[in-house]
T-cell receptor, first 115, second 115 residues
Framework: EAQVTQNPRYLITVTGKKLTVTCSQN?????MSWYRQDPGLGLRQIYY???????DKGDVPEGYKVSRKEKRNFPLILESPSPNQTSLYFC??????????????FGPGTRLLVL | AQSVAQPEDQVNVAEGNPLTVKCTYS??????LFWYVQYPNRGLQFLLK??????LVKGSYGFEAEFNKSQTSFHLKKPSALVSDSALYFC?????????????FGTGTLLAVQP
C-alpha cells in the first residue's frame, strides 16, 4: 500500500530536549516536505527536499533542521524545542514529473506538545 | 504573493442538503488548485484538483469543485451532504511555475453536517 508514515504520532517533551520526528514514504517520490498546522493559520511549509541531499527552507524554518540521506526518509529535527513549536506536523511527498508533482500524499500527522 | 482564502471558519448543513465550502485565491498566472479533507485524528486526504481543462472538477466521495477564473474562486460542492462528510476542509494552491512543490493552504473550514 502506498503511504507516508510518521513516528511518533504523539509526543510530549520539555523545552530544550532534542527530538526527531521520522517520515518515510514507499512510493519512490523525489519531493518531500514538512508542514506544521496551527489553528487559524492552516498548514505552512517548514522545509522541503527535491531529492537526496537537496533540501531548502520553506516559510517557517526557524528552529528546525532536516536531512535527506536516503530517498525514502526525511526526518525533522528540533535541536532545542520551545513551546511555540507545539503544533501538528505533517510530512508530504510527491513524484517529480509534471503529472506526479500535482498530487501530494500526506502522512497521518505528529502532534507535538513542548512544555 | 500567492494566497488562498477560506472565508468561513465553519459551515453547518443538514444531512441531505447541498453543501458549499468557499475558496478564493490570488496567484499570478494559471493556478493549480486543490481540495484536501482532514478527518479527526487523521492526516490530509486528497479530494480533487484543478490543473487545466473543464472548469467543473469531480473528485472523491461525490465532491466536486468549480473553477471560476473571473471570480478567482474554487468552491467545493456536494449535492447531498452526509453526516460522515463532517471534517476539516482545506483549499490549497500551487504555483505551476515554481521550482518547489509547495502548497499554499487556506486556514480551513470545518464542515458540520447535522442528522
Amino acid at each position: 500500500e502506498a503511504q507516508v508514515t510518521q513516528n511518533p504520532r504523539y509526543l510530549i517533551t520539555v523545552t530544550g530536549k532534542k527530538l526527531t520526528v521520522t517520515c518515510s514514504q514507499n512510493m519512490n517520490h523525489e519531493y518531500m516536505s514538512w508542514y506544521r498546522q496551527d489553528p487559524g493559520l492552516g498548514l505552512r511549509q517548514i522545509y522541503y527536499s527535491m531529492n537526496v541531499e537537496v533540501t531548502d527552507k520553506g516559510d517557517v524554518p526557524e528552529g528546525y533542521k532536516v536531512s535527506r540521506k536516503e530517498k525514502r526518509n526525511f526526518p525533522l529535527i528540533l535541536e532545542s524545542p520551545s513551546p511555540n513549536q507545539t503544533s501538528l506536523y505533517f510530512c508530504a511527498s510527491s513524484g517529480r514529473d509534471r503529472v506526479a508533482r500535482e498530487t501530494q500524499y500526506f502522512g497521518p500527522g505528529t502532534r507535538l506538545l513542548v512544555l | 504573493a500567492q494566497s488562498v482564502a477560506q472565508p468561513e471558519d465553519q459551515v453547518n448543513v443538514a444531512e441531505g442538503n447541498p453543501l458549499t465550502v468557499k475558496c478564493t485565491y490570488s496567484v499570478s498566472g494559471n493556478p493549480y488548485l486543490f481540495w484536501y479533507v482532514q478527518y479527526p485524528n487523521r492526516g490530509l486526504q486528497f479530494l480533487l484538483k484543478y490543473i487545466t481543462g473543464d472548469n467543473l472538477v469531480k473528485g472523491s466521495y461525490g465532491f466536486e469543485a468549480e473553477f471560476n477564473k473571473s471570480q478567482t474562486s474554487f468552491h467545493l460542492k456536494k449535492p447531498s451532504a452526509l453526516v460522515s462528510d463532517s471534517a476539516l476542509y482545506f483549499c490549497a494552491v500551487r504555483d505551476p511555475g515554481g521550482a518547489t512543490n509547495k502548497l499554499i493552504f487556506g486556514t480551513g473550514t470545518l464542515l458540520a453536517v447535522q442528522p
